[in-house]
């Protein structure tokens, strides 16, 4: 890879900003594209923030200089772009996708609204906003039920 390369990392968890700074590090900017509204955050300690131990700000994480807000939608790979909801175009020489996951939410009778949402009340937890939404929602008195014993079930 050249320093002139145009480099586009899709994803701003943290392999994505991880990567992004380590090319700026070593010469190559790169432009970093995530669709979630928050400031790129450290996901592992989601479960701190819903515990009330840390502030959303603690655990941001440092990002590159060339940050853009938005989802893509499209690659065009023979035009070398990627197009984002908005409809911006975005050039690359070099394409990175570092999206993730997603969360398994299991197929059970009543889980989802008609359009496959999830309805009002059930929460699945891996973003900062399922994480505010769950401390929102969380007060004395409410009861709560998590489905999922492994360690995000437990330490939720
Ligand atoms: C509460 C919690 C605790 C965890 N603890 C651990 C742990 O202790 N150890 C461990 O190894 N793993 C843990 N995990 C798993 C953790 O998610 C991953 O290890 C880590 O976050 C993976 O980072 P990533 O950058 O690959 O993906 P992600 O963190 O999933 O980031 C991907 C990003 O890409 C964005 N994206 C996806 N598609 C698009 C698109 N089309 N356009 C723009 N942006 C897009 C997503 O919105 C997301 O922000 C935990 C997960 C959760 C939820």
Same mark, same amino acid.
């Given at each position: 890879?050249?320093? !002139?390369?145009? #480099? #586009? ?6 392999? +994505? ?11 190559? *900017?790169? /432009? ?5 509204? %928050?400031?790129?955050?450290?996901? $592992?300690?989601?479960?701190? =923030?819903?515990?009330?131990?840390? /502030? *959303?700000? $603690? ?12 989802? $893509? ?15 911006? =175009? ?5 394409? =990175?996708?570092?999206?993730? /996951? !997603?969360?398994?939410?299991? *197929?059970?009778? +009543?889980?989802?609204?008609?359009? %496959?949402?999830?309805?009002?009340? $059930? %929460? ?10 769950? /401390?929102?929602? =969380?007060?004395?008195? #409410?009861?709560?039920? #998590? ?10």
């Amino acid at each position: 890879m050249t320093s !002139n390369e145009r #480099v #586009v990392v899709i994803g701003t968890g943290l392999a +994505g900003v991880r990567l992004a700074r380590r090319l700026g590090e070593l010469g190559t *900017p790169a /432009s970093l594209i995530g669709e979630e509204e %928050h400031r790129p955050y450290n996901r $592992v300690l989601l479960a701190e =923030v819903l515990a009330g131990r840390y /502030s *959303p700000e $603690v655990i941001a994480l440092p990002a590159p200089a060339e940050l853009r807000r938005g989802r $893509v939608t499209g690659i065009d790979r023979a035009e070398r772009t990627v197009t984002c909801a908005d409809g911006s =175009v975005i050039a690359y020489d070099r394409l =990175v996708l570092a999206t993730g /996951s !997603n969360p398994v939410l299991p *197929p059970l009778r +009543g889980l989802f609204t008609e359009d %496959h949402q999830l309805p009002e009340g $059930v %929460h699945a937890f891996r973003t900062m906003d399922d994480c505010l939404g769950l /401390s929102k929602a =969380v007060r004395p008195g #409410v009861k709560a039920v #998590v489905i999922g014993g492994g360690l995000l079930g437990v330490s939720a």
